[in-house]
């Protein structure tokens, strides 16, 4: 078995997913512009997709208020503070400062501007 996907409903699923393309490096590999409005957005590897949808029959969770240690999206990057800048200028939110744990792993944790945890990584030793 693979894993295909992951989903996670969103307010508005096409914004989300302009924005995820823009500054997170995804590509469109389906949509359908009818409700549920979902995207299937693959990463830069195009091994690992997610879905953004709008399902009128279950409510949008308020990722917001969730802990992000309960929830979050994690990306690879090379240089953790530079790619956290960035995203903070493209409308993300930082949560905490940047740090390096025992591991020697730089981690980072901001949120999309709809309130979605997301994890910058440079692990010491790369895990995928």
């Not at 924005?19 to 957005?41: M, N």
């Not at 993300?92 to 945890?117: N, S, V, Y």
């Amino acid at each position: 078995m693979h894993i295909e996907h992951i989903g996670y409903m969103v307010s508005d699923p096409p914004a989300v997913a302009e924005w995820y393309i823009e500054h997170l490096g995804f590509r469109v590999r389906r949509k359908l512009d009818a409700s549920p409005h979902t995207r299937f957005l693959a990463d830069a590897s195009g091994r690992v997709m997610i879905e953004i949808y709008n399902n009128p029959r279950a409510t949008v969770p308020d990722y917001a208020t969730l802990d992000p240690l309960v929830l979050h999206l994690a990306f690879t990057v090379d240089d953790v503070d530079a790619a956290r800048q960035r995203l903070i200028e493209a409308g993300a939110t930082p949560l905490g400062q940047p740090e390096t744990i025992d591991t020697g792993d730089r981690l980072a944790m901001l949120r999309d501007p709809w309130g979605f945890p997301i994890q910058l990584c440079r692990r010491a030793e790369p895990m995928v």
